[in-house]
């Protein structure tokens, strides 16, 4: 095994990170272990990580505020795309994973270290998403994987090393999920969820909202300002990404929205199963995409739902940082342009429906759509234009009618 004098762990103080800096300390021997943990919104999760790290065998700890620059730069770009993977997954963890990757980096490059390590399983997902950031900027920089390669195969394994090593845990055996959390989400997988026939123990599992069962008999009205595409104001209310984001898990999670069960095609070639949390988030794009039907032209709205598919399996592939992706985001600005305006939509028992929308780039005209009398619309055109559109129709009709 090729040895490491420094090494950069992306840091959680989860399970497997727990387990990772002794594990690294003892099979590259002599090497510094330094931690970075970046704060992506995940809130209580951060306490107590750099007494935790340090008492497990690493030399320091980076605490890293990334959450406005996550909002603007990864979240609000895939919102304004549209984008959802395999058309309900809204990429929690896959748009968190590049700006993770690229501060690690940052700083591995900064402190001279010779690898970065991650705890990502060599089933999933995420290993490709940090790899791939990684090399978008230090291309030669070797990766450590332990998943890959150590005695672990099990989770429970990794609680016995670390009871083994008296590493404090927030978890137990029952309460084993494998989570990811940061403010726009929350992932659960594994234990019972692993069976598909299983219903998810929602009362046990939730953590930013209710169920539906659980949520109000009242509904609640809410208004979401955009300019271009971007959520700018809850209720009247200016704020910065991040609060209106905090603001709508708040409201979603008190009305039970936003639960996701999915099965889902993993990049690695297996099916796997989760169930997200994602209040604001599906309240926004909920919104968004009623503010789109305003606002843009058939023509517009149907391509970019289109290249919402592509620009989803991008990121849930890892492939952020690239030119395809860049030229995608591109393309959606020229689209948001017109995205502005003001949405009014109903929360109740885990339902999200639209009660009005607003903006002065309406295309919307009532004098021409309505069903009563108008001085605009001659319906005696409509006679020719299907005569033209249809004629394809009527010449293959007549040709198998000459046979």
């Known amino acids: 095994m090729k040895q490491y004098k420094k ?10 990170t727990s387990v990772i800096i002794p594990w690294l300390k003892e099979h590259y021997e002599g090497c510094e272990v330094i931690a970075v943990a970046a704060d992506v919104g995940q809130g209580t999760e951060l306490e107590g990580l750099e007494e935790k790290a ?6 320091k700890l980076y605490v890293e505020d990334l959450s406005k620059e996550f909002v603007e730069d990864y979240i609000f770009p895939t919102l304004k795309a549209g984008a959802k993977y395999e058309g309900e997954y809204l990429l929690g963890t896959s748009f968190a994973r590049p700006i993770i990757a690229k501060r690690i ?30 090399k978008a900027f230090a291309p030669k920089m070797p990766v450590i994987a332990p998943w890959r390669v150590w005695e672990f195969k099990s989770r429970d394994d990794e609680i016995d090393y670390a009871e083994a090593h008296n590493i404090p845990l927030r978890i137990s055996r029952e309460t084993n999920y494998s989570k990811d959390k940061n403010l726009w989400h929350l992932s659960h997988e594994g234990l019972d969820l692993e069976d598909p026939a299983n219903e998810p123990q929602y009362e046990k599992i ?29 209720n009247g209310k200016k704020m910065d990404g991040v609060a209106v984001i905090e603001t709508l898990n708040a409201l979603g999670g008190k009305h039970g929205v936003g639960i996701l069960d999915m099965v889902e095609n993993r990049l690695v070639g297996m099916k796997s199963r989760g169930v997200y949390e994602t209040p604001g988030g599906a309240i926004l794009y909920f919104a968004h995409e ?25 990121v849930y592939n890892g492939l952020w940082y690239t030119p395809l992706r860049e030229a995608l985001s591109a393309f959606v600005d020229k689209t948001q342009e017109t995205v502005t305006g003001t949405v009014k939509v109903k929360l109740y028992k885990g339902n999200i429906t ?16 309505t069903f009563g009398e108008d001085e605009v619309y001659n ?25």
């Open 7 to 16: 090494i950069v762990l992306a840091y959680s103080g989860g399970l497997d």
């Open 290 to 314: 009623m503010l789109e039907q305003l606002c843009l032209d058939k023509n517009t709205q149907h391509m970019k739902q289109k290249l919402a598919l592509d620009f989803a399996d991008l």
């Open 54 to 59: 340090i008492k497990t065998g690493a030399s």
């Open 105 to 134: 980096t940052e700083i591995a490059l900064k402190e001279g270290a010779d690898a970065i390590a991650h705890g990502c399983t060599g089933k999933g997902n995420d290993q490709v998403r940090f790899e791939l950031s990684i």
């Open 206 to 234: 939730l953590e930013m909202g209710v169920t539906p069962e659980q949520a109000p008999n009242t509904p609640e009205y809410v208004t979401i300002d955009f300019e271009k595409g971007v959520p700018v104001a809850v």
């Open 354 to 369: 639209g009660a009005g929308m607003t903006s002065p780039y309406s295309l919307y005209d009532e004098e021409i759509a």
């Open 379 to 403: 319906q005696a055109d409509s006679a020719g234009f299907i005569a033209l559109y249809g004629l394809p129709i009527a010449v293959q009709a007549m040709k198998k009618l000459k046979k």
